[in-house]
């Protein structure tokens, strides 16, 4: 994820460190089925939870195939006075809570929490108190996705959550099955895909991809944020072909200028194929703009 932040953009933004689960959980189960949405550039998977004041929606997604899924929920008693908070995210697998970094948003009569992208183990490549850390992130199986029966999440300023769901098995089993559709209708073999030696990988650091003049004038005046979710197309020799934006929050200044700037300095080692062979693949990030 391309983070930036009035003056600089980061491939990747270490939160601060929230508190442990400073009381026992709130407990909220599931009170409607999964549904899962194929929209053209995305799969989401949605469900109810709670009933009255504690009504709400929680939505996982994916941009392409992968072990992320970006996390969000949808409440009429989720506002903030705050846009963004430090927060911790915990599906039972027992590497304990992850951090993570919440930034609250208005969709409609809904006020929504978003997560960003998390992993059912916890796993993050960012490295903390000068640790190294692991630089490839280790799969997550079918058995963890079946182990994985619940959320506990915690939220500065908000009292923890248990959001019961039951086995995440069968739900993550038809996302997979929708993000190799994904792949296949923006014209790659998903098996082709799934068998890479190496991935699309960018050339020097993203994080000067954009820059401080970059962030639209009009966005500034209106002291304004967003996200966009991309995909480059890039070619067998690493070249960008094309710009495809997956989501975005408004204004499409955003959006737009994201495209246009990426498409001109963004420069790519191309992805290998099972043979070790250069071929045609696809990066998939995100960018946040968000003023200091």
Sequence with gaps: ???????????????????????DPVVIKRTGKWVLNYDT?????????????????????????GDG???????????????????????????GPADARVMYANAGKFSVMLFGSVRLDGWNRIAKDGESGEDVAPKVTPEQEARVTS???????????????????????QMRDCTANLVRTWGYDPDVQAALTRSVTPK??????????????????????GIVQFRLDVDSDGRVLGCHVLARTDPDA???????????????????????????????????????
């Design 254 to 292: 955003f959006a737009d200028h994201t495209c246009k700037t990426l498409r001109a300095r963004a420069v790519f080692d191309p992805a290998l194929d099972a043979q070790g062979k250069p071929v045609r693949s696809f990066f998939v990030s995100k960018v946040t703009f968000k003023l200091g």
């Design 69 to 95: 899924l970006d996390l969000s929920m949808y409440s009429e008693k989720l506002t903030s006075s705050r846009s963004a908070v430090d927060a911790k995210v915990d599906f039972g697998l027992g590497s």
């Design 151 to 173: 959320l506990t999440y915690s939220a500065q300023f908000r009292s923890p959550v248990r959001l019961e769901f039951g086995s995440l098995a069968n739900p993550l089993a």
């Design 204 to 225: 020097g650091a993203p994080s000067k991809w954009l820059r401080d003049k970059d962030y639209p004038s009009e966005a500034v005046r209106n002291r304004q944020s």
């Design 1 to 23: 994820m391309l983070v930036f932040r009035t003056i600089a953009m980061l491939l990747a933004c270490a939160p601060m460190a929230a508190p442990a689960w400073a009381a």
């Design 41 to 65: 550039d995305s799969c989401h998977l949605l469900a109810e939870f709670g009933t009255g004041e504690a009504r709400m929606f929680v939505r996982f997604s994916r941009f392409t195939p």
